[in-house]
């Protein structure tokens, strides 16, 4: 299973980006897909996930509102939409995915066994 992440760059706060996380290996079912992200100095944190099947969703307190994480059935592909960015959301956002996971575990990157490379978003105020 191999999973690429793209769509990051520098925008202005109170931009918006893009990222997209294609999902190769596995057809993409019984699984959850997840954001997280690592800024300078910090530990890696959740941003949001979501279920495949049914497409429940989660976030991060610090995103809710802001951004939306959705998937592409078509195309294996998990998708974060982020909006009225914040210099504090600068960070380098890694996608994982992992085959059905409980609500608590969700949340915690070390639940997850597959990894993206990371993309860099970087907000200047």
Known sequence: VQLQASGGGMVQAGGSLRLSCVVSGVTLNNH???WF???PG???EFVAAI???GGHT???DSVKGRFTISK???KNTGLLQMNSLKPEDTA???CAAHTYLI???TYSAQHYDHWGQGTLVTVSS
């Open 51 to 53: 279920r495949w099947r």
């Open 92 to 94: 380098v956002y890694y």
């Open 42 to 44: 910090k530990e890696r």
């Open 58 to 60: 989660f976030y991060a």
């Open 37 to 39: 992200r690592q800024a």
């Open 32 to 34: 959850v897909v997840a």
């Open 103 to 105: 609500v608590s575990a």
């Open 72 to 74: 592409d059935n078509a």
